[in-house]
């Protein structure tokens, strides 16, 4: 494959272009960002040289080189750098093992390898069933409004604790400490680093406590004002909207990144540990055909 380095200092542009030639990469390093006009497999792009616009112009693997951790770490932001089209992060200084092991990855994506099931693949999988409850819950709330006897809201009750807090939220604990280690044990943590400390996962964190917290209320509806029923319904299932789409446009990705084949076994056994949707998947599709709802 054929990969270009536009890096500035000398010492990690020589430095890569080792580690790439030494994987039979066929290797073009330039010190400024005049690499529009070059096509390439992998590109390794620093942002002082305007990695996020380049990033949206070339077709590739893009790899964003980064300040050294001690020092600017601070500035960087890996959301913009994701949408933007960053694939993967490297900090400097680099370290052989961590970067050969990043472009192995890369090697895998390009190779179209990256298709096994892994337990990131199991918890996209029920997100999925999570987005099929909220259809439900919004349908639900929407057509029955004040008319909703007890028994519907028991079983919304009921479903969104064992689907949302007894299982997959589990899952997802487990999952995000599992992440955190892996990706401050080779990118490192400053107190004030954006990229990969707690402050980098605090709104996932809060929307699940947020979403814990709605969900002890939708266990106890009795005898409530039914616009205040439809409030809570509607804000959990707009919450948990939301949390899906960011989970899955941006930690799913990185995550895959960062947790080798031994974090995804492991991760693996734990989920098995605290249970699958035996049975569930049958009887969304049943409710689903009592309300007239279709799948896309």
């Known amino acids: 494959m054929k990969a270009l380095i536009a890096e500035p200092n000398r010492a990690s542009r020589t430095l890569l272009e080792k580690i790439l030639k030494n994987?039979?990469?066929?290797?073009?390093?330039?010190?400024?960002a005049d690499v529009l006009d070059v096509d390439a497999d992998m590109y390794f792009l620093t942002e002082e040289l305007g990695a996020l616009d380049i990033a949206q112009e070339v077709d590739g693997y893009i790899f964003m080189v980064s300040p050294d951790k001690e020092?600017?770490?601070?500035?960087?932001?890996?959301?913009?750098?994701?949408?933007?089209?960053?694939?993967?992060?490297?900090?400097?200084?680099?370290?052989?093992?961590?970067?050969?092991?990043?472009?192995?990855?890369?090697?895998?994506?390009?190779?179209?390898?990256?298709?096994?099931?892994?337990?990131?693949?199991?918890?996209?999988?029920?997100?999925?069933?999570l987005?099929?409850?909220?259809?439900?819950?919004?349908?639900?709330s929407s057509r029955f409004k004040g008319e909703m006897s007890q028994k519907i809201l028991d079983w919304m009750g009921s479903?969104?604790?064992?689907?949302?807090?007894?299982?997959?939220?589990?899952?997802?604990?487990?999952?995000?400490?599992?992440?955190?280690?892996?990706a401050i044990q080779e990118q490192g943590e400053s107190p004030s680093s954006r990229l990969f400390s707690r402050?980098?996962?605090?709104?996932?964190?809060e929307?699940?406590?947020?979403?814990?917290?709605?969900?002890?209320?939708?266990?106890?509806?009795?005898?409530?004002?039914?616009?205040?029923?439809?409030?809570?319904i509607d804000r959990y299932s707009s919450l948990l909207r939301e949390h899906l789409e960011r989970e899955e446009r941006f930690l799913f990705p990185l995550a895959r990144?960062?947790?080798?084949?031994?974090?995804?076994?492991?991760?693996?056994?734990?989920?098995?540990?605290?249970?699958?949707?035996?049975n569930f998947e049958r009887k969304l599709a049943d409710i689903e055909d009592i309300l007239g709802i279709t799948q896309e």
Do not use: W
């Open 159 to 182: 479903t969104a604790l064992r689907v949302d807090l007894e299982n997959h939220h589990r899952k997802e604990i487990n999952f995000l400490l599992t992440f955190l280690q892996k």
């Open 207 to 232: 929307e699940h406590d947020s979403l814990e917290d709605m969900v002890e209320e939708l266990q106890d509806m009795t005898d409530e004002d039914p616009e205040n029923v439809i409030r809570k």
């Open 71 to 129: 020092e600017t770490i601070r500035e960087l932001d890996m959301i913009p750098a994701l949408k933007a089209g960053v694939d993967d992060f490297l900090i400097k200084p680099l370290e052989r093992e961590s970067v050969e092991r990043r472009v192995r990855e890369a090697e895998r994506v390009l190779n179209g390898l990256e298709g096994q099931f892994d337990a990131v693949d199991q918890l996209e999988q029920e997100h999925e069933l």
């Open 23 to 32: 994987m039979d990469h066929e290797v073009v390093a330039v010190e400024d």
């Open 131 to 140: 987005k099929r409850t909220v259809n439900i819950f919004q349908v639900i």
């Open 199 to 205: 402050s980098s996962l605090k709104t996932v964190e």
């Open 257 to 278: 990144k960062y947790l080798g084949e031994e974090e995804m076994k492991d991760l693996q056994a734990d989920f098995d540990e605290v249970g699958g949707y035996e």
